[in-house]
């Protein structure tokens, strides 16, 4: 063999060069015609052939094993999506899974259990809105008191309702809703919707109440649900049990050159009580945003 970098002659097998120490490739043969292969050449270029290089192969057993390791996943993940206890039925479907004896036996104690206890009162603000300005606020009625009470007298359902809008834009608006402007007719009742509007923290409101006067008479009344006017006075009257709640002086019939025939009640904070007094239809000006009316629902 000959050094490729000092040309002097090497021995067969030779390392490294014995004179000037480069080293010796080692050279390969074709183990079948015994030709001398190239550096790096796979196939012999005398006889074509060559040693083939093993590469490591996958066994059956390993396939099998990983073939069933992706099923037991895709079974797990749909068992999951179909089946998970908490998700939302899809209309018209049974759940694959947690259904049978046990399941069914906790159903029917969840039922029984709604079925026995007492009802709460219901304090909520309504998720719909007429109108990006209106607010509306809904208790209804006492623990265990169900809508429906006919009687004039009494404590019903009322809806309270934050709006800019005229007197008579209330009184169509709480017919619309299916009740009417309240009619407060009895010192029970008015104690029940002023603790109701302190538990919503309304009291910079004021309200629009569902009495009014004619335009040539003095005397306050109640109207029904075809505004017209009905039952005793609630001015003028010392026997009747809103004689008090008045505010001094009121009802004055005219604020300087503007007409007041319509009924609404205010936090009156320099006597720190609720007081009725008598308003033009439009206030809009003069209280923007503490402005409400009050639907009451039998």
């Known amino acids: 063999m000959i050094c490729p970098n000092c040309k002097h002659e090497v021995e067969e097998n030779a390392r490294f060069c014995g004179e000037c120490g480069a080293p010796i490739a080692q050279r390969k043969f074709c183990p079948e015609c015994g030709a001398a292969l190239k550096p790096g050449e796979m196939v012999c270029a005398n006889c074509r052939t060559g040693k083939k290089r093993k590469v490591p192969g996958i066994t059956a057993a390993v396939l099998l094993i990983v073939l069933l390791v992706l099923i037991a996943a895709a079974v797990f993940a749909g068992i999951r999506l179909i089946g998970k206890p908490g998700d939302e039925k899809t209309a018209g479907t049974e759940p694959v899974i947690g259904s049978g004896p046990a399941q069914e036996e906790t159903a029917q104690k969840e039922a029984e259990q709604e079925e026995t206890e007492e009802p709460e009162m219901l304090l909520e603000e309504e998720p719909e809105e007429a109108s990006s300005q209106e607010t509306r606020y809904v208790i209804h009625g006492e623990a265990g008191q169900k809508p429906g009470i006919i009687e004039e007298e009494g404590i019903h359902r009322y809806e309270y309702v934050v709006k800019d809008c005229t007197w008579e834009e209330a009184f169509e608006e709480a017919l619309a809703k299916g009740g009417y402007l309240v009619r407060i007719n009895s010192e029970e009742e008015y104690d029940f919707i002023l603790q109701e509007i302190e538990d919503l923290d309304l009291k910079k409101v004021h309200f629009y109440l569902g009495g009014r006067r004619d335009g040539d008479g003095f005397s306050y009344y109640w109207v029904d649900k075809n505004n017209e006017l009905y039952g005793e006075a609630l001015n ?32 009156y904070r320099a006597q720190d009580r609720w007081i009725w007094n008598d308003v033009s239809g439009e206030v809009i000006d003069i209280y923007s945003g503490m402005i409400g009316y009050i639907v009451e629902y039998e």
């Open 236 to 267: 003028g009257n010392d026997g009747i049990w809103c004689a008090d709640a008045w505010l001094d002086g009121e009802p004055s019939f005219r604020d300087g050159e503007v007409e007041e025939r319509y009924l609404n009640i205010f936090y």
